[in-house]
């Protein structure tokens, strides 16, 4: 599939996908498509090289993932591909993903059964942060949240491989948040929303320590014991789901600007 008009095609066609799945996947399917899209809205990102993968609730050993020829913004329920955790796709498909989605999202998800979705971004805020010695500061709320939570990965293996990706899911260990040094961040969650909103979060810690240390003025830096205080109370994994505010007023929104992510 080369052409632009291929490409055209095969993403207008649904492909009867709807009638190859549970319901249970088709659910999770839109939502998949409605982050993509919501990602895309608030954040800018990197070309067709970001992606986000979830779980399939009753196939746990299998999860979908972005196309490697689809932007965020042009993700649908029916696009997404389906993997299994050894990286196979197990889901006929006109589209397929990449080698580092499928791989790093297969190699998480393979190595931690308590996560179920995954965010990998490239975005100016977080990798200028991902080149920074110093890590993410905890200068804000939203870095707060991820106090003393965040595994980092060196830039050492190539992250479209299998080893590579296995180095990287090792790298995680026991944390659900991972700066991948001058390549971006890994934002993991007990559901696909908790996954979406602490991007969101890590997202605006990022932008806003580029913005106060480009300002040139001395930082504010909270104590140790007001940052582990914080993060005790707005960082605890299994808080958000489909039922939480921030996730329902996000799907009103989709609802509204993009109705097509549910094609």
Avoid at 119 to 132: C, I, K, W
Avoid at 153 to 176: F, I, P, S
Wanted: glycine share 4%; with cysteine.
């Amino acid at each position: 599939m080369n052409s632009v008009a291929e490409v055209n095609r095969a993403r207008s066609a649904p492909a009867h996908v709807r009638e190859r799945v549970s319901e249970a996947e088709w659910a999770l399917r839109c939502e998949l498509a409605a982050a993509h899209r919501l990602i895309a809205h608030f954040i800018n990102v990197d070309l067709t090289y970001n992606h986000i993968s979830a779980r399939v609730p009753d196939e746990p050993n299998h999860f979908l993932v972005k196309a490697d020829n689809v932007f965020m913004e042009q993700v649908t329920a029916s696009n997404l591909v389906k993997y299994d955790v050894e990286g196979n796709q197990v889901l006929a498909s006109t589209f397929k993903a990449s080698p580092a989605a499928y791989n790093v999202h297969a190699a998480v998800l393979r190595t931690r059964r308590d996560i179920a979705s995954a965010v990998h971004t490239h975005t100016p805020a977080n990798l200028a942060v991902s080149a920074q010695k110093c890590g993410l500061m905890p200068i804000t709320q939203q870095a707060m949240r991820f106090y003393n939570r965040i595994a980092y990965y060196r830039n050492e293996y190539d992250d479209t491989t299998r080893e590579g990706t296995d180095h990287m899911a090792q790298a995680l260990g026991d944390r659900w948040v991972m700066i991948l040094e001058n390549h971006g961040a890994l934002l993991c969650g007990a559901t696909l929303p908790e996954a979406y909103i602490y991007h969101h979060f890590f997202e605006l810690a990022c932008r806003a320590q580029i913005g106060a240390l480009a300002g040139g003025g001395e930082l504010i830096v909270p104590s140790p014991a007001v940052c582990r205080e914080r993060v005790k109370k707005a960082g605890r994994v299994g808080v958000y789901d489909s039922r939480s505010r921030d996730w329902i007023a996000s799907m009103a929104l989709v609802e509204k600007l993009f109705p097509d992510y549910k094609e």
